[in-house]
């Protein structure tokens, strides 16, 4: 069976297919798909509080595609969510109820906890070691969210306006900046060996760049040191000689340092980076109310 989930966020949208396999007992979630529309809608939003027509006019045909596509591959189910983005956007209630009327989609508008609880419903942690300690860490452009588990069981899970986008223009203050990272050493006081779990579209670059192969962990000692070369490259020699996307090149190194931040004030070591996000746990959710509803 297959699911589709649309991730409205602050640098891109994305639409992802995703085969649900089940076998004796076992579900298997396999990606069909990925289609990812870079429209920066965090732009307008946290620079101009508001999604200008032409971002909003783009925005309501990428969905009319997206909707298309959903028709196409014959999903069981599908959800669309936004994030940051529309949260901020004064005009946000006017696009979803643009969205709806043009393209035929409803679109939920998440709150920062519901999209840190969405993302760790992807319990990546399930394939590791139970009695450790992880950390996920979700960079997105206007938020990251951060959720400590410990043998197996979930701590402590925040969503902050911290992201790429804001960091880019400065929009960050230096007072939220400090209060972020004081409450990531309070969570972390006391536990030793705590392993990250990254996921983000930067963040996945990032792993790529650094040649893991067979998800071995990324050391931050070889983060920083990816981080400085990339940092010693302009944005325009980021995109010819790194080969970066243009819409990566200039957000990838505040993830960076947002990445960088985090592993340090909980003195991190290592990151694992299993490719997931916002859109595998919507996935996730969608297929766990499907048994719900087959059970009844």
Known sequence: MKFASIDIGSNAV??????????????????????????????????????????????VTTMKAFKHLISVHDVVDYRACATAALRTATNSDEIIKRIKKEAGLPVSIIDGKTEASIIYANHA????????????????????????????????????????ILLLYHKVEKKYWLEFRQWIREISDGITNITAIG???NINKLYKMSDRKGNKPLSYKKLKLITAKIESYSTKDRIKILGLNPDRADVIVPA?????????????????????????????????????????
């Open 199 to 201: 996921s983000g579209g």
């Open 256 to 296: 960076a340092k947002i990445l960088l931040a985090i592993m340090k004030s909980a003195r991190i070591q290592k990151m694992v980076v299993p490719e997931i996000g916002l859109s595998d746990g919507i996935v996730r959710g969608l297929y766990a109310d499907y048994k719900k509803k087959r059970k009844k």
């Open 125 to 164: 942690e399930e394939n590791l070691e139970h009695d450790a300690s992880y950390m996920y860490i979700d960079i997105g452009g206007g938020s990251t969210e951060i959720t400590l588990i410990t043998n197996g069981e979930c701590v402590a899970s925040k969503s902050f306006g911290i992201g790429t």
């Open 14 to 59: 994305r639409l992802l297919f995703c085969n649900v396999l089940e076998d004796n007992g076992q579900v298997v979630f396999k990606k069909a798909e990925l289609i990812r529309i870079p429209l920066r809608l965090g732009e307008d939003a946290f620079l101009r509080k508001k999604i200008t027509r032409g971002k909003a006019d783009r925005l």
